[in-house]
């Protein structure tokens, strides 16, 4: 079994920053792609961002394409949102999933573990 703890979430306003944090535990860390979602109140669960194990490769959703930045630190077994100049429509729960084929994919059903979330509210 692999857990996903989240952690960094808050209340900022418009223009400002914030940074999530992800921590893997349990099983082996390697080989396994992390992505990050959000879920807005009525509204779908969204890709925002991800990254395979090595952290040669990276996607984003178009919205958050040079605003919001992930990165990984193995040793640590966590990985980083850092969102900048958030909006409004950045308030949602996010969660990190872990998709154990080290892809990474838009798609929620690929991804095999998740954490429970953190809340993020971005004021106007």
């Known amino acids: 079994q692999v857990q996903l703890a989240e952690s960094g979430g808050g209340l900022v306003q418009a223009g400002g920053s914030l940074g999530l944090s992800c921590t893997i535990s349990g099983r082996t860390f390697s080989n396994y792609a992390v992505g990050w979602f959000r879920q807005a109140p009525g509204k779908e669960r969204e890709f925002v961002a991800g990254i395979t194990w090595s952290g040669t490769r990276t996607l984003y959703t178009e919205s958050v394409k040079g605003r919001f930045t992930i990165s990984r630190d193995n040793a640590k077994n966590t990985v980083y949102l850092q969102m900048n100049t958030l909006k409004p429509e950045d308030t949602a729960v996010y969660y990190c999933?872990?998709?154990?084929?080290?892809?990474?994919?838009?798609?929620?059903?690929?991804?095999?573990?998740w954490g429970q979330g953190t809340q993020v509210t971005v004021s106007s």
């Open positions: 999933a872990a998709d154990s084929t080290n892809k990474v994919r838009y798609g929620r059903l690929w991804y095999d573990y």
